[in-house]
């Protein structure tokens, strides 16, 4: 889901996105020039209620409440951050198994060509988000070892 915030589209924070929502939330507040008011904090009100009104806009309901109250842009990030602590090993965890998924995955009977490579292909950038990198030459080998002999 993503929401306007000053005529922009910005990430909704989600309970399985939080390492993605951040590094675009902190994209778009640089561009904005607000994320000082994140990182070392300011003494702009100005910039610091946009940069808490951005942030307000795009989590979730129940984390209002708790975020509402900070004084500053700066402790409504840092107690997102801890809320958020286990997405990190959340994040590690579904890194493994995709890696997993990648190892063991194989061409389906009744599977287009076209339809493999879309999936090996998605798989793989999925992987690169989770910091694991598979280079053209892997993944060339990996489409070719999992196609069926009669397919290449």
Same mark, same amino acid.
């Given at each position: ?32 020039? *607000? ?10 009100? /100005?910039?610091?209620? %946009? $940069?808490? !009104? &951005?942030? *307000? ?10 975020? /509402?109250?900070?004084? %500053? $842009?700066? !402790? &409504? ?17 579904? $890194? ?57």
């Amino acid at each position: 889901m993503v929401w306007e915030v000053s005529g922009t589209s910005w990430p909704t924070l989600t309970r399985n996105n939080y390492g993605e929502w951040a590094v675009t939330m902190k994209v778009k507040l640089r561009t904005r020039r *607000l994320w000082n008011a994140i990182d070392k904090g300011t003494d702009n009100e /100005e910039d610091d209620m %946009s $940069a808490l !009104e &951005a942030i *307000l806009a795009v989590v979730p309901v129940e984390y209002g409440e708790p975020l /509402e109250v900070k004084n %500053s $842009a700066k !402790e &409504a990030w840092e107690a997102i951050a801890a809320m958020r602590v286990s997405s990190d090993h959340a994040k590690k965890a579904l $890194a493994q198994l995709l890696k997993q998924k990648y190892a063991t995955l194989k061409f389906k009977d009744g599977e287009s060509v076209e339809d493999f490579s879309l999936h090996l292909q998605s798989l793989i950038i999925k992987l690169r988000s989770h910091g694991i990198s598979i280079d053209e030459e892997e993944a060339v080998s990996k489409y070719l070892h999992s196609m069926p002999m009669k397919n290449i």
